[in-house]
Nanobody, 127 residues
Framework: QVQLVESGGGLVQAGGSLRLSCAASGRTFSNYAMGWFRQAPEKEREFVTAISWSGATYYADSAKGRFTISRDNAKGTVYLQMNSLKPEDTAVYYC?????????????????????WGQGTQVTVST
């Protein structure tokens, strides 16, 4: 089992920044790819970004150039730095963990490989 706890959400004005954190416990953190997903009201959950066990990354088009994912394996934590926030970034943000595999492919932009999910943290961007 892997337990994931997100933090860092809140209310921010458009153009501002937030850094989300997700602390993992229970298994060897470096053996997992980590992803961030979000879900806005009345919308389906969508992929934001993911980072492999070795640091490779994928970003949704909406996140490219504004968001940065990183991980600290020693601390068992993954981060999401969000800059130039827009009202359409308003959502509950979830981190998720997927077991390591032979390669880090675009399969990891889907929710299917992620076995463990956090409880989510609310991000609200005001105009």
């Amino acid at each position: 089992q892997v337990q994931l706890v997100e933090s860092g959400g809140g209310l921010v004005q458009a153009g501002g920044s937030l850094r989300l954190s997700c602390a993992a416990s229970g298994r060897t953190f470096s053996n997992y790819a980590m992803g961030w997903f979000r879900q806005a009201p009345e919308k389906e959950r969508e992929f934001v970004t993911a980072i492999s066990w070795s640091g490779a990354t994928y970003y949704a088009d909406s996140a490219k150039g504004r968001f940065t994912i990183s991980r600290d394996n020693a601390k068992g934590t993954v981060y999401l730095q969000m800059n130039s926030l827009k009202p359409e970034d308003t959502a509950v943000y979830y981190c998720a963990a997927a077991p390591r595999s032979s390669s880090f492919t675009t399969y990891y932009i889907k929710s299917r490989p992620y076995d463990y999910w956090g409880q989510g943290t609310q991000v609200t961007v005001s105009t």
